[in-house]
Structure formats: C-alpha cells, structure tokens
C-alpha cells in the first residue's frame, strides 16, 4: 500500500514538472515568435512537420517569405503569450497537452487578437516539448502525414479571433 501511494505522489510531481516545462518552452517560443526568431521556434516545432516543409531552411525561408512582406506593409506583433496548458495525459507513449495561446498583431490599422491552441508533445530524450498548431489536427490529411495514427483524448477548444480598426 505504501509503495502505491509513494509511486503515486512521484507520478503526480511528475506530471506537474512536465507542465511546467511545457509552459516554458511554449513562452520561449511565443517570444520567439514576437521577434520573428524562427530558428528557434523551429528547435520547437515537431520534426516531422519541418520534415513536411522540406527541412528547416526551406521553413524558414517560406517564413521570412510569408513575413517579409507583410512587415513591409506595417504588419506587427505586439503580443505573444501563454494563457493555459490543458492536464498531461499519457496516451500513444507519449506525454500530451494543449496550450492556449494569444497573439494580437496590427496591419493595416486593424488590431487582430487570435487566441489558438497548441498540441505539445513531450520529447522526453531532449527533455522538452514540440508543438503542433492544434487546428491542423482537423485535416486528416496533414495530421496522417506529421502524426500517423494519431488519437487523443484531449478535448482541444476552437481558435478565435477579434478584430477592431485602431
């Protein structure tokens, strides 16, 4: 009884470092993301989608390709951050969660404030976390090619996003 309760406590603090760490490193790439650092938000991205992008510099350059522009045009990120993580579940000998996150961003006098979401997948050689944008686990097509025979129990919520003139 003594060794179920104490494996018990130890799974639970566990579980609790591990959201810690996921909310760490989703910060750092919700930093990364405000000074369009992308080499680092790709250190965080899930391999097999920098695989799906034909590596990380053809990511990057599609990146800076998306961006550069827009930059050019006045667009800005104001704000990055995270709200929440969901509970660590372990399921497909993988610990999971989601995080919520917020970004508000201006172009063109307009002020947009998208809340989203974010699979984190626990990299436990490396000891950290790879992230998903979890609205494209909604294509099957796309979630095949970066997850094959991906299932989750998580209950991931809707992106939303607000405009207002500025």
Known sequence: MLLLFCSSISFSQNITALKASALRDAKITAEATLKMDFETVFKYTLPSVLEALGGKENGI??????????????????????????????????????????IQMTINETRIKSYSYLLGIYNETDKFWYFIEAKELKNSFKVNKVLPNFKTKLNIPENRITSEDI
């Not at 045009?73 to 919520?100: T, W």
Request: net charge negative; aromatic share 16%; with cysteine.
């Open 61 to 102: 350059e599609l990146l800076k390709s998306i961006f550069e522009p827009m930059v050019e045009q006045g667009f800005v990120f104001e704000k990055a951050d995270i709200l929440n993580v969901s509970d660590v579940v372990f399921e497909q000998d993988q610990y999971r969660c989601y995080l919520e996150k917020f």
